[in-house]
C-alpha cells in the first residue's frame, strides 16, 4: 500500500523497469519418524491414495513479474506499472494463489500554484486451498493418523474431492489537491475509497464420502471505505507588533465513512451430480446477513502565536461526531469537543544553553 503512494513519474522520457524472481518453496519432513506404518507426509509408499510421486509434499514454483514505466513532462508526470505473481503450494494437490495487479499515480502541475495527485491500484487474487483444517476432513489430520483416520478405506485422497476457491477483488484511488495562493496561505484537499470484494466457496460434489447427497457454500464480503478531508494554514505577522511576533491558523474536517456488506449461505442434498449453484439444494442448513456502516464526522480550529520563533502559545478546539453516537450522524447530535491549550518555550536556542 505504501508504494501506491512514494512510486511517482519524473519529467523527462520514459524509464522502463522489469523486474523477474523465481523461486521453490518448500518443507523439510512433516510428519512423525521412524513409525512402522510410515504415518507422514513426506512418504506415504503403499498407501491407500498416496500420489505417484510417493509424497503429499512437492516442491511449489514461485514466480514474480513486474513491469513499470515512469516519465512525463513538467505538467503531467505518470508511473504505471502491472504484475504477476503465481505460487504453487507444496501439497502434492491442485493448490495455487495467483495474483495479477496494476498501479497508475499522476501528478498535474499545469496550473500556478496548483498541484493535483491521483494514486490508484487494482489488485486480483484467485486462490486454491486445499482442505486442511484440523478435523475430520482435513488431508494432514487424517494422513498422519493412518488407517486410525476418518477417510473410508484410508484412501485420503478423497478428500480432495471437495474445492475450497476464493478471490478477492481490490480498487483503491486517491486524490490530493494543494493550491497555494500566496506564500503562507495554503489548502489542501484529500479524497479517498478503498473497495474489496472476496468471494469464497466451498463444494462436495455428489458422492463425496463424508456428504453423500453433496454440499456447497458460499461467503461473499464487501468492504468500501470512502474519506475525505480538507485543512487550510494561514501563516502571517501580527499587525501592529514587530517581526518577532507570527501567527499561525489551521482549520480543517474530516468525513469519513466505512460499510461492511456479508451474505453466507450453505445448502446439501443435490439431485444428481454436476455442477451446482445454491439454489440446487434442496436443504439450506445456513443462512445469514451482516450490514453494518460506520460515518465519523469532526473539525478543528488551531491558532498558533510565536514570538522570536522561540515561545509558542497554542489554542484550539476538535469536534467528533460518530454514528455510534445516535440512529443518524448530525453535527449537533452527540458532538464531543476537545479544547486545546499548550505553551512551548525553547531553551535550547539561547547561546547560554
Known sequence: VIQIFTKRGRAGRPRWTLNVDQGLSFVGHVGPKGDERGLNLNDCSGEPGCPESGSWLRTGWVQDYDLSVRGGTE???????????????????????????????????????????????????????????????????????????????????????????????????????????????????????????????????????????????????????????????????????????????????QYTMREHLGLRADVRDFAGPGEKRLQNGTERWNSNEEEDRDEIFGFFVQEEIGWKNRAFLTLGFRADSHSSFGDDLEVDYGLLTYPKAQFTYTLSDHDFW
Do not use: C
Open 75 to 253: 505538467d503531467v508526470t505518470y508511473y504505471l506499472s502491472v504484475g504477476s505473481n503465481n505460487t504453487e503450494g507444496i501439497m502434492n494437490a491442485d493448490q495455487s494463489s495467483k495474483m495479477r495487479n496494476f498501479r497508475g499515480n499522476f501528478t498535474f502541475n499545469g496550473f500556478e500554484d496548483f498541484q493535483v495527485r491521483v494514486n490508484s491500484s487494482y489488485v486480483r487474487r484467485d486462490v486454491v486451498w486445499v482442505p486442511n483444517q484440523d478435523g475430520d476432513e482435513g488431508l494432514f489430520w487424517n494422513v498422519v493418523r493412518g488407517d486410525q483416520g476418518e477417510t473410508p478405506d484410508n484412501d485420503d485422497s478423497a478428500i480432495l474431492e471437495q474445492d475450497l476457491d476464493q478471490f478477492i477483488n481490490q480498487f483503491n484511488i486517491g486524490t490530493q489537491i494543494d493550491w497555494t495562493p500566496s506564500n503562507g496561505f495554503r489548502h489542501r484537499l484529500n479524497t479517498g475509497m478503498d473497495y474489496s470484494s472476496s468471494h469464497y466457496i466451498y463444494y462436495r460434489p455428489v458422492g463425496y464420502w463424508s456428504t453423500p447427497d453433496g454440499e456447497r457454500g458460499t461467503d461473499i464480503e464487501n468492504r468500501l471505505t470512502l474519506s475525505t478531508d480538507y485543512r487550510i494554514m494561514y501563516g502571517s505577522g501580527i499587525p501592529f507588533l514587530s517581526e518577532d511576533w507570527s501567527s499561525n491558523l489551521a482549520a480543517g474536517a
